[in-house]
C-alpha cells in the first residue's frame, strides 16, 4: 500500500521550466501547494543512476531533505529497441549542451542503422520523496515507431521522430494538450493519484 499525500506544500524538484509547467498543472485538482525546488535555492543533485527510476529518486529525495517537505521529481527519456534502450537516460545529455536535438535525432538514427528495427517507448519515471526517506516510484511508458525525416515542430527533444502505436502523426505533429494526455508522463501520473490521492 503506497504512502498517502497528504493536502500541504509540495516542492517539485526540477529545473526545466516545462516540466514544472507541467507537472504543476497535473496537480491542479488535488489544492497541492506548490514549490519549486529552484525558488527554495536547492541545489540540482547529479544524475548518476543507470535507470530513470533510480535518477528520479535521487532527485526527489535530495529536495525532499533538503526542504523538509515531500517532493516530487521526474525523470525521463526515449529508449529504442535496436541500440539496447539507448539514450535512455542519456537522452537529455545527447542533445549537447546547446540541446541540439536535431542532432541528437540524427545520431539515433545513425545508431540503428540501415535496416535496424525502429521500435521505441517514451518512458518517464516520477519519484515522490519525503523527508524521513521514504520514496514511492511511478512509471510510465508510451510504445510508439521512430520515423525519418523529422515531422512537426510542435514538442521538444525527440518528439519530430516519435510516432506513438495506433497514431500516424509524430509527437511533433500532436497538438501539446492531446499529447499531455496520452505521453508517458501523464500515464505516470495517473498511476501516481491512483495510489497516493486515490479512495482507500
Ligand atoms: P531529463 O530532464 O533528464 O529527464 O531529460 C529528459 C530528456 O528526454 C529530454 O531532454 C528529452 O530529450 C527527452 N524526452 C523526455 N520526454 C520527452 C517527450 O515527451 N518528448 C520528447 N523528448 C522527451
Same mark, same amino acid.
Request: glycine residues 14%; contains cysteine.
Given at each position: ?10 516542492? =517539485? +524538484? ?8 507541467? =507537472?504543476?498543472?497535473?496537480? %491542479?485538482?488535488? $489544492?497541492?501547494? =506548490? ?5 527554495? @535555492? ?10 530513470? +527510476? ?13 526542504? $523538509? ?13 535496436? =541500440? ?7 537522452? +537529455? ?14 545520431? %539515433?538514427?545513425? *545508431?540503428?542503422? *540501415?535496416?535496424?528495427?525502429? $521500435?521505441?517507448? #517514451? %518512458? ?13 516510484? #511511478?512509471?510510465?511508458?508510451?510504445? @510508439? ?16 521522430? #516519435? %510516432?506513438? !502505436? $495506433? ?5 511533433? *505533429?500532436?497538438?501539446?494538450? *492531446? ?17 497516493? #490521492?486515490?479512495? !482507500?
Amino acid at each position: 500500500m503506497a504512502r498517502r499525500l497528504a493536502a500541504g506544500r509540495l516542492v =517539485i +524538484a526540477s529545473h526545466n521550466a516545462g516540466k514544472v509547467r507541467e =507537472i504543476a498543472d497535473l496537480l %491542479v485538482p488535488f $489544492g497541492m501547494d =506548490i514549490v519549486i525546488a529552484a525558488a527554495l @535555492g536547492l541545489p540540482e543533485p547529479e544524475e548518476t543512476e543507470d535507470s530513470f +527510476a533510480g535518477n528520479a529518486a535521487l532527485k526527489a529525495l535530495a529536495a525532499a531533505r533538503g526542504a $523538509g517537505l515531500t517532493a516530487l521529481a521526474d525523470d525521463s527519456g526515449l529508449a529504442v529497441h535496436a =541500440i539496447g534502450g539507448r539514450p535512455g537516460v542519456h537522452s +537529455a545529455r545527447w542533445g549537447g549542451p546547446a540541446r541540439d536535438f536535431q542532432a541528437a535525432m540524427a545520431r %539515433v538514427m545513425r *545508431e540503428i542503422g *540501415e535496416g535496424g528495427g525502429r $521500435g521505441a517507448d #517514451f %518512458v518517464c519515471a516520477l519519484a515522490l520523496a519525503w523527508p524521513d526517506g521514504h520514496v514511492e516510484g #511511478f512509471e510510465g511508458r508510451v510504445a @510508439g515507431t521512430l520515423v525519418w525525416p523529422p515531422r512537426g515542430g510542435r514538442g521538444f527533444g525527440y518528439d519530430p521522430i #516519435f %510516432v506513438p !502505436e $495506433g497514431d500516424s502523426r509524430t509527437f511533433g *505533429e500532436i497538438d501539446p494538450d *492531446e499529447k499531455h494526455r496520452m505521453s508517458h508522463r501523464a500515464r505516470a501520473f495517473d498511476k501516481l493519484v491512483a495510489a497516493c #490521492f486515490g479512495q !482507500e
